[in-house]
C-alpha cells in the first residue's frame, strides 16, 4: 500500500484548510450586534422620524384628505412605519382608489395616491350623494349640484353612508357600467342610468334611451350603439 501524503507546501505556503480564529468570529459577532443595536436604535428614536409627507398624483381635495388621515404618524420611525398601517388609515378614504409610499430618508414618506373620480350622484328622494369610480359613497351632494354628472336613483329604503360602497345591487352594476363607458370614451352625455332584473339602461341628454341587457361585452355594445 502506498501512504497518502501528508499536507503539502508550495513555496511557503500551507494547503491544510484553514478555519477562522477565535478571534475574527467574536469580531463577526460583535458586528452582527453592532448593526442589529443600530437598527433598533434608529426604529425607536428619532433619527429617522417622520416630519414631512409629500403626496404625488392627486389633486388638493384629496391630498388634504391623505395627508390628515396619516397625521398621527408623524413623529413615528420611517422604520417602523408598515404598509398594513397605511393602507388602513387610507382605506378609510372614499376619494382615495390606491396607494403606494416609498421611504425617503431622513425624515420624508413620498405617497404616490390614485384618486377616485367622481362618476355619478346618487338620489334618494330628496337626499344625493357623490359616488366615485370604485363604488363608494364621497359625499353628501345638493340636489342640483354637478349637473354633468350622470343620477343612479336608488329605493328609500336603502341604507347610504359615505365612504362605504353603494348597497343596492342594481345601483352597484350602475356604477360599474359608467366606470367601463367612460374608460372606453363613450362621447354622448349621459344623464341616468337605469340596472334593474339584469337590464341596463342609458338615458341621454338628447337622444333615446339605450337599452344594453346586461353588461356583458358593453363596450363592443355600445361600439354598434
Known amino acids: 500500500m502506498l501512504p497518502f501524503p501528508g499536507p ?3 513555496r511557503g505556503f500551507s494547503l ?3 478555519l477562522p480564529s477565535g478571534r475574527a468570529l467574536l469580531l463577526g459577532f460583535a458586528l452582527l450586534g453592532a448593526g442589529a443595536l443600530a437598527y433598533l436604535g434608529a426604529r425607536e428614536t428619532s433619527i429617522f422620524a417622520l416630519r414631512t409627507v409629500q403626496i404625488d398624483g392627486a389633486p388638493p381635495r384629496v391630498a388634504a384628505h391623505v395627508e390628515q388621515a396619516l397625521a398621527p404618524l408623524r413623529g413615528r420611525s420611517l422604520l417602523a412605519l408598515n404598509r398594513g398601517e397605511i393602507d388602513q ?3 378609510r378614504l372614499s376619494d382615495v382608489a390606491a396607494v403606494s409610499f416609498d421611504r425617503d430618508f431622513p425624515h420624508t414618506l413620498r405617497v404616490f395616491v390614485t384618486p377616485a373620480h367622481s362618476i355619478a350622484v346618487l338620489r334618494r328622494g330628496m337626499s344625493a350623494w357623490i359616488v366615485s369610480s370604485d363604488g363608494r359613497v ?3 351632494a345638493g340636489l342640483f ?3 354633468k354628472l350622470p343620477r343612479i336613483w336608488v329605493p328609500r329604503s336603502t341604507s347610504v353612508d359615505v365612504g362605504m360602497l353603494v348597497a343596492d345591487a342594481d345601483a352597484a352594476d350602475a356604477v360599474r357600467a359608467l366606470a367601463i363607458v367612460r374608460g372606453a370614451g363613450f362621447g354622448r352625455r349621459i344623464v341616468g342610468v337605469r340596472a334593474a332584473d339584469g337590464e341596463l339602461t342609458f338615458m341621454l341628454a338628447q337622444g333615446p334611451e339605450l337599452r344594453f341587457g346586461d353588461a356583458t361585452s358593453l ?3 355600445l361600439a354598434v350603439a
Open 145 to 147: 349640484a354637478t349637473p
Open 138 to 140: 364621497v359625499r353628501t
Open 89 to 91: 388609515r387610507l382605506a
Open 16 to 18: 491544510k484548510p484553514s
Open 8 to 10: 503539502r507546501r508550495l
Open 219 to 221: 363596450t363592443l355594445k
